[in-house]
């Protein structure tokens, strides 16, 4: 089983920045990528950026450049830091990871970007 905590999402005026968190309960060292998504109302699910293990990331064309994917690795936590920020950006963001074949998510941190 594992815990993921999301946290950091707010509301902010388009060209702001936002830091979000995601608190894992296992060692991160120990998964084999972490992904954020994020879902606008209405809208399915979509990707916007992983870190693999041995700090490989990947991103969306829609965030690339704005967004960046870190880890925190003595604090099992992995950041998405958001620059730059669109009012197409405003969803609410979840962290999922597939663990031991198993995938977990967390419940989402709602990101609100106002024109």
């Known amino acids: 089983q594992v815990e993921l905590v999301e946290s950091g999402g707010g509301s902010v005026q388009a060209g702001g920045s936002l830091r979000l968190s995601c608190a894992a309960s296992v060692n991160i060292d120990s998964?084999?990528?972490?992904?954020?998504?994020?879902?606008?109302?209405?809208?399915?699910?979509?990707?916007?950026?992983?870190?693999?293990?041995?700090?490989?990331?990947?991103?969306?064309?829609?965030?690339?450049?704005?967004?960046?994917?870190?880890?925190?690795?003595?604090?099992?936590?992995?950041?998405?830091?958001?620059n730059s920020l669109k009012s197409e950006d405003t969803a609410v963001y979840y962290c999922t990871v597939s663990y031991r074949g198993l995938p977990f998510r967390g419940r989402g941190t709602r990101v609100t970007v106002s024109p």
């Open 31 to 82: 998964i084999n990528a972490l992904d954020w998504y994020r879902q606008a109302p209405g809208e399915q699910r979509e990707w916007v950026a992983s870190v693999i293990h041995g700090g490989r990331t990947e991103y969306s064309g829609s965030v690339e450049g704005r967004f960046t994917i870190s880890e925190d690795t003595p604090n099992n936590t992995v950041y998405l830091q958001m």
